[in-house]
């Protein structure tokens, strides 16, 4: 009986020192386990290919300087030793990289992204550029910095094309200091001007076609993209059926869209109210015109972002008796988020 209860004695001790020194351990931790080597790479990265990580960043189409934060270049360090030392980082303006991404956009259909001009922003003047396009920025992590961010600013985005998306593709080349480039290493900013109104809607609502009442609404709902072309006008997307600037449609039952018409509108940032809205198509061939219901105000809501719109699609060809309205639109579009 002796001898057990010694045993259990000695069990116990042992259960409490290796307690104190677990306590001990997570007061005081060693980064990446207190050996190796310090790598580097960039936050949200990844391998370079036809398939890189993609960061977006979406600024106000407004002519007043914009500077945000694009790339963390960060080093994971096995030591508190190795954070104490400077280290400079290349990172590679990756033209290259970005032709790649483009043609791998184009070989799936999609538009490929447009090589952000250098004359259209600036970069933080402590990570200086070298070679102009396609040439290397230098990023110094100084000691006990175990990260830095890269900063980008815009002095004037309605400059920049509303209705495209920009790139740069960014690649870690080296480190000093002992440093390992990590896999992760690779990333591709995009880049899109965007007004208040820009955003991705849930439309619902009645469609009433005086001519064929066989054609509705594309029911129970449709998503529309107002995509920017300037501070405060939107082309309308259909991302239902079409893909592009039309209005999807059920005719007999099947789904269509109504063809050279479609939507583009204009805000009055004062009011809040739709002040104009065109098809794109105009003049169209078959006389196909977009305008609002003068007898409704059309606003925009801004703290739901929601928007209550009543128009019509004039067509003369097909009627001919003035104000040659063939379909009437009482919509809802509901704010779903960015796009």
């Known amino acids: 009986m002796k001898y057990l209860k010694f045993i259990k004695q000695f069990a116990a001790l042992i259960i409490a020192i290796s307690l104190l020194n677990a306590c001990d351990k997570i007061d005081t931790p060693e980064p990446l386990g207190g050996s190796g080597q310090t790598t580097v790479k960039i936050l949200d990265g990844g391998p370079s290919g036809d398939a890189p990580q993609i960061k ?9 300087p914009q500077t945000l934060g694009f790339i963390d270049v960060r080093r994971d360090v096995p030591n508190g030793s190795e954070l104490s030392k400077t280290m400079t980082v290349t990172l590679k303006d990756d033209t290259t990289q970005l032709r790649v991404y483009n043609d791998t956009l184009i070989a799936h259909g999609e538009n490929p992204l447009v090589y952000l001009p250098s004359n259209l922003y600036t970069v933080s003047a402590n990570n200086p550029k070298v070679g102009g396009d396609g040439g290397n920025y230098t990023v110094t992590l100084k000691p006990g910095e175990s990260a830095k961010e890269l900063v980008l600013t815009v002095p004037n985005s309605t400059l920049l094309d509303p209705s495209s998306q920009y790139g740069l593709a960014f690649t870690i080349t080296s480190a000093d200091a002992n440093g390992k480039v990590s896999a992760n290493s690779t990333v591709i900013v995009q880049l899109g001007a965007k007004n208040t109104y820009d955003g991705k809607y849930e439309v619902t609502g009645s469609l009433v076609d005086i001519v064929v009442p066989t054609i509705t609404q594309y029911m129970p709902k449709w998503e529309a993209h107002l995509v920017t072309t300037g501070a405060n006008t939107n082309d309308v997307y259909d991302m239902t059926y079409t893909g592009d600037v039309f209005h999807p449609i059920f005719s007999n039952g099947a789904p269509s869209y109504y063809g050279a018409f479609g939507m583009s509108v204009t805000f009055n940032p004062n009011t809040n109210v739709v002040s104009n809205m065109v098809s794109p198509y105009e003049p ?18 801004p703290v739901t972002h929601n928007i209550r719109i009543k128009y019509f699609m004039k067509q003369p060809s097909v009627v001919p008796a003035p104000p040659n309205i063939r379909v009437i639109f009482d919509e809802t579009w509901t704010y779903i988020g960015p796009r």
């Open 284 to 301: 169209a061939a078959n006389t196909r015109s977009a305008v609002l219901d003068g007898d409704f105000v059309s606003t925009f809501d």
């Open 56 to 64: 977006s960043i979406a600024i106000d189409f407004v002519s007043s």
